[in-house]
């Protein structure tokens, strides 16, 4: 989501429904005219998957993302990961649905999850860079791309981790 810099209404509003700021942006629309905008950004926050129990995991937009998508199973486990105030580990989800396209957008797909449980203790983004044991893996070398594969050693070190 994107709000003018200056725009101290739609500043208020991003932080009163829960988005993060990431960054002042600078974009050009249409060419040659230049936007200073802040990119706020909302989690899939773990409380709230909870608490609905199910959701479509949608508004991805990155291709390798949504190819990811695109091979996602119903039964298949998914790692739920907060990217934003402290990044890490947070809990379980499963894939319920096979994955479709977005009615919405057409470079996207959507799945759906349903909660399966919390981490019994976060495992944040920098314990993970700190093992080493990951470094060659898109979420140490990638911090923006929000759906990914994740390696079997990882859940397994997860779960050394005390995670699950």
């Not at 790692?79 to 096979?98: D, E, N, R």
């Not at 470094?135 to 995670?163: H, I, N, Y």
Request: proline content about 7%; some cysteine.
């Amino acid at each position: 989501m994107f709000a003018i810099v200056l725009g101290p209404r739609s500043n208020v509003n991003c932080r009163m429904l829960g988005f993060t700021l990431q960054e002042e942006v600078e974009f050009g629309y249409p060419p040659g005219n230049f936007m200073h905008c802040n990119d706020w950004r909302l989690d899939l926050f773990i409380d709230d998957l909870k608490r609905e129990g199910m959701t479509e995991w949608d508004g991805v937009q990155n291709p390798a993302a949504v190819n990811v998508i695109k091979t996602m199973k119903p039964g298949d486990t998914v790692i739920i990961y907060h990217s934003q105030s402290a990044p890490g580990v947070v809990g379980l989800a499963k894939v319920v649905s096979p994955p479709r396209p977005d009615k919405h957008d057409a470079r996207s797909w959507v799945a759906d999850f349903q909660y399966v449980k919390h981490a019994t203790r976060p495992v944040t983004l920098r314990e993970i860079k700190d093992s080493h044991a990951f470094d060659d893996w898109a979420l140490v070398r990638q911090g923006r791309l929000s759906t990914m594969s994740a390696p079997t050693e990882f859940w397994k070190w997860l779960r050394k981790q005390g995670a699950f």
